[in-house]
């Protein structure tokens, strides 16, 4: 069984299939779960400590059951969705 090749700093997920058997994608277009914060400074296009400046604010949520800070999918779409035109937090 061979193994998709993973970034660094994302944790893959299982793919799921809906009902009629299509592929049920994720919203950032990705099989990720979690993210790091350096890979959110990248999709972000800012740096490292811009992303804990938003951890600290409380506008991103992150999972400290491991060692390093990781950053939730729906986290990161519910910044996205409160930051953009029109949005509030």
């Given at each position: 069984m061979s193994r998709r090749h993973v970034a660094p700093g994302v944790?893959?997920?299982r793919k799921q299939v809906s009902s009629n058997g299509s592929l049920v994608r994720n919203g950032l277009g990705q099989d990720t779960l979690?993210?790091?914060v350096p890979k959110v400074a990248e999709?972000?296009?800012i740096?490292?400590?811009?992303?804990?400046?938003?951890?600290?604010r409380?506008?991103?949520q992150s999972s400290n059951a491991l060692r390093h800070k990781m950053i939730t999918r729906a986290s990161i779409e519910?910044?996205?969705?409160?930051t953009s035109n029109g949005g509030t937090i």
């Open positions: 944790i893959p997920i979690l993210y790091s999709l972000f296009s740096s490292k400590k811009s992303v804990h400046r938003l951890l600290k409380g506008l991103l519910k910044f996205m969705s409160n």
